[in-house]
């Protein structure tokens, strides 16, 4: 189904992923671009998705085959008249970016082409990404007399800041096969193993406890942003909040209770 005009959203009808949902950015006209209208849309979608309490794990992408995200939209940036509009736009940017964040459930970024500026920042939201080689990445902003805002922000914790500076100073496209090597994406694969590469995370997200990735993505939130020492007591709060039902409990005897009917064979 679709939701407003530029995002698609499809729930996985294979009963092998229950709980999957896919969701599209349909700019194709500007490469799939990011302008206010897309942001809105995509917002409102992955925060209403994320309130299904079935939801297990979401995939984001871009329509067709050439492009994830080709940026924000030039032709807005290019209205942006005074400070008030650019923090505007830019701050629908970074909600765009947070939603995925926020979301509860693992996203995967299926990264189908070119991924710049804005879409790069969105990819890297994203918790996992897998991209098509000869995909092409890249921060052109100070191209334009902008820095890179926002999400950019995450790139140091993926790349480090040695990276970063290269990646956002020099404004240069780098290869996908450059990206896995840094470690802006986890995978790279022919454009044809694009989507059994997708379905191999998916794979594996199935066979977990929706309630234990959703506290598993709580934690890594806030690693994200405590100390160390926080850090540390924030995982053993949430490890208590675990037990507060049976689940964990029950999932261990199930297992002890697979591991002795092995041992009787």
Do not use: Y
Request: neutral net charge; charged residues 25%.
């Amino acid at each position: 189904m679709s939701t407003g005009t530029h995002i698609h959203v499809r729930h996985d009808a294979r009963p092998e992923f229950p709980g999957i949902v896919h969701v599209t950015i349909d700019n194709r006209a500007k490469l799939n671009a990011l302008n206010s209208v897309v942001i809105r849309e995509f917002v409102e979608a992955v925060e209403r998705l994320g309130k299904d309490p079935e939801l297990r794990g979401m995939v984001v992408t871009g329509w067709g085959e050439k492009s994830f995200i080709g940026g924000a939209d030039i032709q807005e940036l290019s209205q942006l008249h005074e400070p008030g509009a650019a923090r505007a736009f830019i701050t629908g940017v970074h909600e765009a970016c947070r939603c995925l964040r926020d979301c509860p459930v693992p996203v995967i970024g299926r990264v189908n082409g070119f991924t710049l500026g804005a879409g790069l920042e969105l990819m890297a939201a994203c918790d996992m990404r897998v991209a098509v080689a000869g995909a092409k990445l890249g921060m052109p902003e100070v191209r334009f007399g902008m820095p890179s805002v926002v999400e950019a922000a995450l790139f140091p914790g993926l790349i480090g800041w040695g990276r970063t500076r290269q990646l956002l100073l020099l404004g240069d496209m780098i290869p996908a096969e450059q990206a896995v090597q840094w470690g802006l994406v986890e995978r790279v694969v022919a454009p044809e193993a694009l989507d059994a590469a997708v379905d191999e995370w998916l794979a594996s997200m199935v066979m977990n406890s929706v309630r234990g990735m959703r506290l598993q993505k709580k934690l890594i939130r806030a690693w994200e942003t405590l100390p160390m020492e926080q850090a540390v007591q924030r995982g053993i709060d949430i490890f208590a909040e675990t037990h507060e039902v049976a689940e964990p409990r029950e999932l261990l005897q199930r297992f002890l209770d697979h591991q002795a009917a092995r041992k009787k064979r």
